[in-house]
């Protein structure tokens, strides 16, 4: 039986739904969408694979399910963090799942940040046809030459010139910057000198994707994948004119703007990998109990019963934490609720590898394979550990909240 977590009646519903959804129609095509990719240009779609992906998106559209990440605006249907990590959790059981309904990163925190601190023109040009799913959006903060876990290292310079911001520089890990519909970068910028404070030396800036003067490099690989047509792009900006009114909210004001797009994004990366973890964990149920090895099914050898029980029970266990973090941010108090994110963005990636780790064991050879969506689901958590923040970072975090709590002094 499912324990109700304030999800209200009529949000279990529109759930189940999106269940639903993900369940018959999207999972059941999964192989073939990902079988076009390298049907001639990687870093374009086939028809086949815009057929499916656009006809996922019209219907899910049509049913009223999309956009459910708008939590607190009056554009969305109005869930809350909590029962928004729900259906992030669903939408997490298959790659494709959180663009079919419009809610993948980073086009969420994106227009989270249109919407909070961009102009009406921005709404207008962006705003919209991401709400619409008519193109998407990148984040550009990490760079090759800084160790970027510390965003204060942050270097691209922007200097005004005129009536334009001039940017020089280079990012690497540009996830969607290779996509084809990719429109617009939220850039990390650089724009005061050492006589700053820290944390207002930086800048966020809008720069369209087909500006003068970037270049693509390179797509960085994750474990020899290159992720195409969505892709991790090594880009280089020379002498890259921006008008000055695409600065969003003021110069020094980028760690103000950070700090309100990542909290929400990691609560939905953590639900998803949730969500990919319940998937491996069926998987691996499923094999124990079909196949048969030294006369018994597989579930009934050795220590495959301690090994299921664990994988359920850490899953519980970091669903629960999720579900706590996602309430302290339904709290409205960001300061309060960072320490939770942190735990769970530790804990998350960790018990979804294990449990997918664990199912890719019981599959034998084939788990390793491409034969089970459980190698492609490896190695994207694995990179959790990674993007939005290295596990030390949020381990540091945790520990200076709980040291807080016996001292005044900073840690
Ligand atoms: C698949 C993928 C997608 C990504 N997508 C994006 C994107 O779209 N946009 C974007 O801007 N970036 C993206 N990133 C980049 C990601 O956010 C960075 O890799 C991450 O912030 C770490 O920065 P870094 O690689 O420079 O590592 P570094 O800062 O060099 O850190 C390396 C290691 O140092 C150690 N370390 C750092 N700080 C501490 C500490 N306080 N205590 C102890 N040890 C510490 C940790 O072990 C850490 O892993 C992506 C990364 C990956 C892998």
Same mark, same amino acid.
């Given at each position: 039986?499912?324990?109700?977590? &304030? *999800? #209200?009646?009529?949000?279990?519903?529109?759930?189940?739904?999106?269940?639903?959804?993900?369940? /018959?129609?999207?999972?059941? +095509?999964?192989?073939?969408?990902?079988?076009? !990719?390298?049907?001639?240009?990687?870093?374009?779609?086939?028809?086949?694979?815009?057929? $499916?992906?656009?006809?996922?998106?019209?219907?899910?559209?049509?049913?009223?399910?999309?956009?459910?990440?708008?939590?607190?605006?009056? #554009? &969305? $249907?109005?869930?809350?963090?909590?029962?928004?990590?729900?259906?992030?959790?669903?939408?997490?059981?298959?790659?494709?799942?959180?663009? +079919?309904?419009?809610?993948?990163?980073?086009?969420?925190?994106?227009?989270?940040?249109?919407?909070?601190?961009?102009?009406?023109?921005?709404?207008? #040009?962006?705003?919209?046809?991401?709400?619409?799913?008519? $193109?998407?959006?990148?984040?550009?903060?990490?760079?090759?030459?800084?160790?970027?876990? /510390?965003?204060?290292?942050?270097?691209?310079?922007?200097?005004?010139?005129?009536?334009?911001?001039?940017?020089? &520089?280079?990012?690497?890990? !540009?996830?969607?910057?290779?996509?084809?519909?990719?429109?617009?970068?939220?850039?990390?910028?650089?724009?005061?000198?050492?006589?700053?404070?820290?944390?207002?030396?930086?800048?966020?800036?809008?720069?369209?994707?087909?500006?003068?003067? !970037?270049? $693509?490099?390179?797509?960085?690989?994750?474990?020899?994948?290159?992720?195409?047509?969505?892709?991790?792009?090594?880009?280089?900006?020379?002498?890259?004119?921006?008008?000055?009114?695409?600065?969003?909210?003021?110069? &020094?004001?980028?760690?103000?703007?950070?700090?309100? =797009?990542?909290?929400?994004?990691? %609560?939905?990366?953590?639900?998803?990998? %949730?969500?990919?973890?319940?998937?491996?964990?069926?998987?691996?149920?499923?094999?124990? *109990? /079909? #196949?048969?090895?030294?006369?018994?099914?597989?579930?009934?050898?050795?220590?495959?019963?301690? %090994?299921?029980?664990?994988?359920?029970?850490?899953?519980?266990?970091?669903? *629960?934490?999720?579900?706590?973090?996602?309430?302290?941010?339904?709290?409205? /108090?960001?300061?309060?609720?960072?320490?939770?994110?942190?735990? %769970?963005?530790? +804990?998350?990636?960790?018990?979804?590898?294990?449990?997918?780790?664990?199912?890719?064991?019981?599959?034998?050879?084939?788990? !390793?394979?491409?034969?089970?969506?459980?190698?492609?689901?490896?190695?994207?958590?694995?990179?959790? =550990?990674?993007?939005?923040?290295?596990?030390? +970072?949020? =381990? =540091?975090?945790?520990?200076?909240?709980?040291?807080?709590?016996?001292?005044?002094?900073?840690?």
């Amino acid at each position: 039986m499912d324990m109700n977590l &304030g *999800l #209200r009646p009529e949000v279990r519903r529109l759930l189940d739904r999106v269940a639903a959804m993900v369940r /018959d129609e999207i999972m059941p +095509v999964e192989e073939e969408y990902h079988g076009e !990719i390298g049907k001639g240009d990687r870093w374009a779609y086939t028809p086949r694979q815009a057929e $499916i992906l656009e006809g996922l998106k019209a219907r899910a559209r049509s049913e009223g399910l999309w956009n459910f990440w708008l939590t607190d605006s009056e #554009r &969305g $249907i109005g869930l809350s963090t909590v029962e928004y990590a729900c259906f992030a959790e669903e939408m997490g059981k298959t790659p494709l799942g959180a663009e +079919v309904f419009n809610c993948s990163a980073p086009d969420t925190g994106n227009m989270e940040v249109f919407e909070r601190y961009g102009t009406e023109a921005m709404k207008e #040009r962006w705003l919209k046809p991401l709400l619409a799913g008519e $193109i998407r959006s990148a984040y550009l903060m990490t760079e090759p030459d800084v160790a970027s876990s /510390d965003a204060t290292n942050v270097a691209m310079s922007c200097v005004r010139d005129g009536e334009d911001y001039v940017l020089n &520089g280079e990012k690497w890990w !540009i996830s969607g910057a290779g996509d084809p519909r990719c429109r617009v970068y939220i850039t990390m910028v650089r724009t005061g000198g050492d006589d700053m404070p820290k944390h207002q030396r930086h800048s966020m800036i809008v720069v369209p994707a087909e500006s003068m003067g !970037i270049e $693509i490099l390179r797509p960085m690989q994750v474990y020899g994948h290159d992720d195409a047509p969505h892709g991790h792009m090594h880009l280089r900006f020379s002498d890259v004119r921006v008008p000055a009114e695409n600065l969003l909210l003021g110069e &020094g004001r980028g760690f103000e703007i950070a700090q309100g =797009r990542l909290g929400p994004g990691r %609560i939905h990366h953590c639900m998803r990998a %949730i969500g990919q973890a319940e998937a491996a964990l069926e998987l691996m149920c499923r094999r124990s *109990l /079909d #196949r048969e090895a030294f006369g018994k099914p597989l579930a009934q050898l050795g220590a495959n019963y301690d %090994i299921i029980a664990e994988c359920r029970m850490e899953i519980e266990m970091a669903r *629960l934490l999720c579900l706590k973090a996602a309430w302290y941010m339904d709290q409205g /108090d960001a300061r309060a609720a960072a320490p939770w994110i942190s735990q %769970i963005k530790v +804990v998350a990636p960790r018990v979804a590898l294990k449990v997918i780790d664990e199912a890719v064991q019981m599959h034998g050879g084939a788990g !390793i394979s491409q034969e089970t969506p459980l190698a492609r689901a490896w190695t994207h958590v694995r990179t959790l =550990r990674l993007a939005d923040g290295p596990d030390a +970072v949020h =381990r =540091r975090q945790v520990a200076r909240a709980e040291l807080r709590r016996y001292t005044q002094e900073k840690v």
